[in-house]
């Protein structure tokens, strides 16, 4: 499952340990993404989605921003359930448009994946 932020920042040490072992590393990742980006380390195998950088970007703004206001702890709560809303629903999107290209499914079955 496609994942940014915290969760690729830990694996992408645990990925360049695995190349330094000698292994191919094959990296799966949405076009749009924070944190995912090429390296020399791995191959990188990318697939589009319907969002743009600067949405991803702005409902991860929004999320931390409703996360760190001050002010009536109810309102927050509404905020951050709505900015975690939407960045879930761009997760999900991502993950159905991995699962909907065929061509990168069959890279991935051809190599035993």
């Known amino acids: 499952v496609p994942a940014d932020g915290s969760h690729w920042l830990s694996m992408r040490e645990v990925l ?3 190349r330094q072992r000698g292994h191919e590393v094959v990296v799966v990742a949405p076009e ?7 390296s020399k380390n791995f ?3 990318m697939y589009s989605v319907p969002f ?3 949405e991803l970007e702005k409902a991860f703004q929004a999320f931390f921003r409703g996360s760190f206001e001050e002010g009536w702890i109810l ?3 509404l ?4 900015g975690m809303k939407t960045l879930t629903d761009c997760w999900v999107t991502s993950c159905e448009q991995l699962l909907q290209n065929k061509e990168l499914i ?3 079955e051809e190599r035993k994946f």
């Open 43 to 45: 191959v990188m195998k």
């Open 16 to 18: 360049d340990m695995l």
């Open 75 to 77: 309102k927050r709560l």
């Open 32 to 38: 749009v993404t924070l944190h995912i980006k090429p």
């Open 106 to 108: 069959r890279y991935l």
């Open 52 to 54: 743009t950088q600067e």
């Open 79 to 82: 905020k951050v359930h709505k």
